[in-house]
């Protein structure tokens, strides 16, 4: 079997989300995956991914940094959208707005077990 840098995976999962293939999804996250230190399952993984396309119909997800020590990878995204509304309790409205978000993974057995997600909420509230 050949062996896939844990850097591989996560940049076919960026692509997954960004292609909003949820039929593949399961490929990249564990059925027990953590957020934020809730277990909130594969399904509220994918139904949490599935609202936020619903809500920012224009969003792409932007690897700026990757650094990958495994089981851990830790991104540096960016985003450049427009949510439709509200987007972290912020009137949005359909403005464009331009954020990163820093995200630490830990994979277990080639799947993304635990997520740790901070988005950086003062960028946008200075766009407003």
């Known amino acids: 079997m050949v062996k896939i840098a844990l850097s591989d995976v996560y940049r076919n999962y960026i692509t997954c989300l960004n292609q909003q293939d949820w039929l593949q999804i399961e490929q990249y996250v564990d059925n027990d995956v953590y957020y934020n230190d809730k277990q909130i399952g594969l399904s509220g993984y994918r139904k949490m991914l599935e609202r936020d396309f619903y809500n920012i119909p224009d969003l792409h997800f932007n690897i700026q940094l990757l650094v990958s020590d495994g089981p851990y990878i830790a991104s540096r995204l960016s985003f450049d959208c427009s949510p439709k509304e509200k987007f972290l309790?912020?009137?949005?409205?359909?403005?464009?707005i331009s954020?990163?978000?820093n995200v630490f993974y830990e994979f277990q057995k080639g799947k993304?077990?635990?997520v740790w997600s901070i988005i950086d909420k003062a960028a946008i509230e200075s766009q407003l």
């Open 99 to 101: 954020f990163s978000e």
């Open 89 to 96: 309790d912020l009137n949005i409205n359909g403005k464009r």
């Open 112 to 114: 993304i077990i635990k």
